[in-house]
């Protein structure tokens, strides 16, 4: 079946790298998302990456994807207070009709001062 | 995300009563939806439309109901609330044309059933 599953917490000091991970099930080819969510607000679109790519950079951003294990890791680099937040990590199945998105849990970042 | 409204933010009401979460957009897309998200559970989809009159059961509609009149407008209605359609909602917006095709949410509507 389809899901995708992510770890509820992370903690991480403000400076230091933060890795937020990600397995999917689904085989098929995907487009995969990453989403920020704020206290109070919806769901900011932060990047996507495509199931026939390896990494993706955007400025602090960077997204790897393992094909072969199913895995998606979101890094952001030198990690600031305003990334505490809970982020989302989503798939879209290009064989599904296109309409189908499958949402991890989230993982709430705690950045510490 | 400004372009994608929901009203009302907040609303709390009594098990019983008939209740309408409204989606408004200025993206231009087609395509609308309505989650509702719940602690650890992440988002789960209640409806789905890909065009005005065009209605489609998500994985958890028993309980609400959707109207698509204008491809800008995107209605959820809890025709009896109960207290445990207690949850954060959302409204979401897809564009068919593009190829990497990402939804775009409202900021949400914090609902409470008493």
């Known amino acids: 079946g389809e899901d995708v599953e992510q770890s509820l917490f992370l903690s991480v000091r403000e400076g230091d790298s933060s890795v937020i991970n990600c397995t999917y099930t689904?085989?098929?080819?995907?487009?995969l998302y990453w989403y920020k969510q704020e206290p109070g607000a919806g769901l900011q679109l932060l990047t996507y990456?495509?199931?026939?790519?390896d990494m993706k950079q955007d400025q602090r951003l960077t997204v790897l994807l393992n094909k072969k294990d199913k895995h998606l890791s979101l890094r952001i680099a030198d990690t600031q207070t305003g990334d505490s937040a809970i982020y989302f990590c989503a798939e879209r199945p290009t064989t599904s009709g296109t309409y189908k998105y499958i949402f991890g849990t989230g993982t709430r970042l705690k950045v510490l001062a | 995300d400004a372009d994608v409204t929901q009203t009302p933010r907040n609303r709390i009401t009594k098990t019983g009563k008939r209740i309408m979460l409204e989606c408004s957009q200025t993206k231009g897309h087609d395509r609308m939806y309505w989650y509702r998200q719940d602690p650890g559970l992440g988002l789960r989809l209640i409806y789905y439309?890909?065009?005005?009159?065009?209605?489609n059961k998500g994985e958890i509609s028993d309980g609400y109901s959707v109207s698509r009149q204008a491809q800008a407008k995107f209605s959820l209605s809890l025709e009896s609330a109960i207290p445990n359609q207690t949850a954060l909602y959302f409204c979401?917006?897809?564009?068919?044309?593009?190829?990497?095709?990402?939804?775009?949410f409202g900021d949400g509507t914090r609902l409470s059933i008493l």
């Open positions: 439309s890909f065009d005005v009159k065009d209605i």
């Open positions: 990456i495509f199931s026939n790519m």
């Open positions: 689904d085989s098929s080819s995907t487009y």
């Open positions: 979401a917006t897809s564009d068919s044309r593009g190829s990497n095709q990402p939804q775009h």
